[in-house]
């Protein structure tokens, strides 16, 4: 029973920052140009995972280029900059992009 019970709070636990860091991607307006599991305007979330899986610098790197916005490495269509999300807000969704694998 003890078993059970901490595997459903760790569960949880980990669950949680996914749902919260969605949400914080949908109110900064990602999923415009963005999906979890497809292609929209932009890659997907899984693929951005997958392209930079091994990349120690990759959370400050996409952190930069949500704010700044960037092109050419996904293709012909740029990212627009998001100057309203912070630097820590850009972080946490780097991170969070990164999980999604």
């Not at 963005?34 to 790197?61: C, E, I, N, Q, T």
Request: glycine share 6%.
């Amino acid at each position: 029973m003890k078993k059970a019970l901490l595997l459903a709070v760790a569960t949880l636990a980990c669950a949680a920052p996914a749902f919260a860091d969605l949400a914080l991607a949908t109110s900064k307006n990602c999923m415009s140009c963005h999906a979890v599991d497809r292609k929209v305007l932009g890659p997907s979330f899984k693929d951005v995972a997958a392209k930079y899986k091994d990349d120690k610098g990759a959370v400050d790197m996409l952190a930069t280029k949500i704010i700044k916005g960037g092109a050419g490495v996904w293709g012909p269509v740029p990212m627009p900059a998001n100057n309203q999300v912070s630097e820590a807000d850009a972080k946490k969704l780097a991170a969070w992009v990164l999980s999604t694998k």
